[in-house]
């Protein structure tokens, strides 16, 4: 195969899991709670990780970090998984699927705003009618079929979908910041992640585990969202000419996203939850549109 095609198939397997994980967190939500599912699906995470790292030669780059960037790694930790993720899955814990992924991709919209405080980069008004688009979306989700579904969404849920794309949009600005190898710092990132969220589970629930379903779909999700999946992207990336191509692929997830989530969690699937995933991806088409934007690096 030739080295496009191969790009094109690692992007493609990414998608298609990625599509697959707002389902598995449902499943494995119905057996854990929020806290002692992120803990599960991080450990996993972290092993994978680790495995990865040594079969790729690069064991000894985990030990070759200055003070500067083992701090850097416990900051990172503490925001993603810790608090990023403890927020997405207590958002999941309120909401049905179908709203609480959608919702949770306004995040490169909330990034283009986020740049000018933090990157002092200059945005102009498509970015802020970008914004307005990607909002209607997330009223029309919110609506669950009709005026009526406003009565019955919790609030709660959805503002805390909302606060994660802000989480994340700040994660990907200090991750982009930060030039180490990219499955290392991931790998530290995580770890140290792993031992605040061991806290966190002695503290506030309980280290329980039995080989059930909602246990495989915590593995699952643990292999999936970060692991294997997050390295078959970055070959992806490696191996194209054309990032942008490759990454308008992430925009199918959410999409092929509601096909499990309507044959595996039996959720009925609105007609204004498709619309407004459709305003969605069209705000960040839009976005990127937005010629005043310099590129983030």
Same mark, same amino acid.
Not at 151 to 179: C, E, F, H, M, P
Not at 203 to 229: C, H, K, Q, R
């Given at each position: 195969?030739?080295?496009?095609?191969?790009?094109?198939?690692?992007?493609?397997?990414?998608?298609?899991? #990625?599509?697959?994980? !707002? /389902?598995?967190?449902?499943?494995?939500?119905?057996?854990?709670?929020?806290?002692?599912?992120?803990?599960?699906?991080?450990?996993?995470?972290?092993?994978?990780?680790?495995?990865?790292?040594?079969?790729?030669?690069?064991?000894?780059?985990?030990?070759?970090?200055?003070?500067?960037?083992?701090?850097?790694?416990?900051?990172?930790? !503490?925001?993603?998984?810790?608090?990023?993720?403890?927020?997405?899955?207590?958002?999941?814990?309120? +909401? $049905?699927?179908?709203?609480?992924?959608?919702?949770?991709?306004?995040? $490169?919209?909330?990034?283009?705003?986020?740049?000018? $405080?933090?990157?002092?980069?200059?945005?102009? #008004?498509?970015?802020?009618?970008?914004?307005?688009?990607?909002?209607?979306?997330?009223?029309?989700?919110?609506?669950?079929?009709?005026?009526?579904?406003?009565?019955?969404?919790?609030?709660?849920?959805?503002?805390?979908?909302?606060?994660?794309?802000?989480?994340?949009?700040?994660?990907?600005?200090?991750?982009?910041?930060?030039?180490?190898?990219?499955?290392?710092?991931?790998?530290?990132?995580?770890?140290?992640?792993?031992?605040?969220? /061991?806290?966190?589970?002695?503290?506030?629930?309980?280290?329980?585990?039995?080989?059930?379903?909602?246990? #495989?779909?915590?593995?699952?999700?643990?292999?999936?969202?970060?692991?294997?999946?997050?390295?078959? #992207?970055?070959?992806?990336?490696?191996?194209? /000419?054309?990032?942008?191509?490759?990454?308008?692929?992430?925009?199918?997830?959410?999409?092929?996203?509601?096909?499990?989530?309507?044959?595996? +969690?039996?959720? /009925?699937?609105?007609?204004?939850?498709?619309?407004?995933?459709?305003?969605?991806? !069209?705000?960040?088409?839009?976005?990127?549109?937005?010629?005043?934007?310099?590129?983030?690096?």
């Amino acid at each position: 195969m030739k080295s496009t095609e191969k790009a094109y198939l690692f992007a493609g397997l990414s998608v298609f899991f #990625w599509s697959t994980v !707002a /389902t598995s967190f449902k499943l494995a939500l119905r057996g854990y709670d929020f806290i002692q599912l992120i803990f599960y699906i991080s450990a996993v995470s972290v092993l994978f990780l680790f495995v990865f790292i040594v079969v790729q030669g690069k064991f000894n780059l985990i030990f070759k970090q200055s003070p500067k960037k083992w701090l850097t790694s416990m900051g990172m930790g !503490a925001l993603n998984p810790l608090i990023y993720y403890l927020v997405l899955f207590k958002a999941y814990s309120l +909401l $049905p699927a179908q709203i609480a992924q959608p919702i949770n991709m306004v995040w $490169p919209i909330v990034l283009a705003l986020l740049s000018v $405080p933090f990157l002092k980069q200059k945005i102009g #008004w498509v970015s802020f009618a970008a914004l307005f688009i990607s909002f209607t979306g997330v009223v029309f989700i919110s609506s669950q079929g009709g005026i009526e579904g406003f009565k019955q969404v919790n609030v709660t849920g959805v503002i805390l979908a909302l606060i994660t794309s802000v989480l994340w949009a700040i994660y990907w600005i200090l991750n982009v910041r930060d030039k180490r190898d990219e499955v290392v710092k991931l790998f530290l990132n995580y770890f140290f992640g792993l031992l605040y969220l /061991t806290v966190a589970v002695v503290l506030f629930s309980d280290f329980e585990m039995e080989l059930n379903p909602s246990f #495989w779909a915590a593995v699952y999700s643990g292999i999936f969202e970060v692991g294997i999946t997050y390295v078959l #992207w970055l070959k992806a990336m490696n191996l194209t /000419t054309s990032n942008a191509k490759i990454g308008n692929l992430v925009f199918l997830a959410p999409f092929i996203s509601l096909i499990f989530i309507h044959f595996i +969690l039996k959720e /009925t699937i609105y007609i204004t939850t498709f619309i407004g995933l459709v305003f969605i991806v !069209a705000g960040i088409f839009v976005q990127q549109l937005d010629k005043t934007n310099q590129k983030f690096s």
